[in-house]
């Protein structure tokens, strides 16, 4: 009888966990796929189980029932609330920081400290915990400035003001009005950054760094990135601007430091740490560390992938990364567009129906964010719907092939950014000699 295949548990509901759970299925060490919960995309391919992503108590009894060799966490609830620590206590694997190492972005006040104290370059920040305070500290800024809640707001919690007059209205709704919760118990003012961003990410058992290919989200829900923050419209990687120079600086500069004055605390991160920067004049400097892979970049560096991911999740989460040698990336692009519902990221219908997603070409691959099955038909379920991804081996041929099968699909309300990669396309047709 052939050796039983590794069964993994993938906790989450979005894209990004709907790759991993594509990945991991398409992983030669794999036999089994579960999700908890899941989504209308993951039933294709793998379990789902009705399980909360935050429900840790039942979650640890899955695992024991369905004798789960490794556990994949998505979102950064479930870390941030212990999650690994509790499979830990019960001898389970699951991959992700403890919930002290998650501070790093549950806490963006002690990320900050961490990256003082390690000489990590970041924008510039006074952490507040009331208005007189905020008052005071907002008169050693220039406009725009950044005002950010300390805790985790599920991608609200950063707001730019232009004037002191917005600043305030800030601060007063974070501080006063509580319109964040607790998440707002501390507010960082912080200096603006100008550049362009970039998401890099890591696999580290602590010790050993391995890099993923750089990626990049759009944050902003219009075209020419205009109008609100959402949690992101679209990806590519790699990022042709972060060269294997900057890798190594973002490596050397930044990811180690912070990893090493972790450890100095007594904290051994394990997992993906996930640095958003900022390409600077003077730099890559960090904008956030999140303790998780990022949605949507996970769908556009996981089919680039050429090795086993779970045999890469596996040894992270066991401390011997060092055994897995460097990652085998297939050459070329990836692309995701993200289709969200009107209305997106304020308020919008769920359960319409979703028509066309069989005509989508085989060369293309769809992501589920926010859907569910019913009654055999795929409905809406979220803000953020569907990922349309393809790879190619230039830009252009990716965002041809990406916007090409949107056509196919539709639902009622459907909206989606026109211009992801686009910029690239134009580097891309310009002589290497003639950039910047
Ligand atoms: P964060 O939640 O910290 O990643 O912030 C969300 C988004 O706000 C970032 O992706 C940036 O687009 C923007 N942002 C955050 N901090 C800054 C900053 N210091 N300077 C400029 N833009 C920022
Ligand atoms: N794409 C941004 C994030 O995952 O936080």
Known sequence: MAP???????????????????????SPSVSRVLVAPGNGGTTTIAENLPIAATDIPALVATAREHRVDLTVVGPEEPLARGLVDAFQEEGLLAFGPTAAAARIEASKAWAKDVMRAAGVPTARATIVSDLDQARTALTAFSYPLVVKASGLAAGKGAVIANDRHEAER????????????????????????????????????????????????????????????????????????????????????IVVPTLEEMRRRGIVYRGVLYAGLMLTAEGPKVLEFNCRLGDPETQVILPLLGSDLAALLLVATRGTLHEIGTLHWYPGVAVTVVLASGGYPGTYRTGLPIAGLD??????????????????????????????????PTFAAARKRVYTAIESIRFPGMTYRRDIALAEVAMQATPFAERE
């Open 359 to 392: 005509d989508v070409p085989n060369d293309v691959l769809v992501f589920h964010a926010g859907t569910r099955r019913d009654d055999g038909q795929i409905v809406t379920a979220g803000g953020r719907v569907l990922n349309v991804t393809a790879v190619a």
């Open 170 to 253: 800030v601060l007063h709704w974070m501080l006063v009005e509580r319109g964040l919760g607790s998440a707002a118990d501390q507010v960082l003012i912080e200096e603006f950054l100008v550049g362009r961003e970039a998401s890099f990410l890591v696999v580290t058992d602590g010790e050993t760094v391995v890099p993923l290919q750089p990626a990049r989200d759009y944050k902003r829900l219009g075209d020419g990135d205009t109008g609100p923050n959402t949690g992101g419209m679209g990806a590519y990687a790699p990022v042709p601007d972060v060269s294997p120079e900057l890798q190594q600086q973002i490596l050397e500069r």
């Open 4 to 26: 039983r295949g590794l069964t993994v548990l993938v906790v989450g509901s979005g894209g990004r966990e709907h790759a991993l759970a594509w990945a991991l299925s398409r």
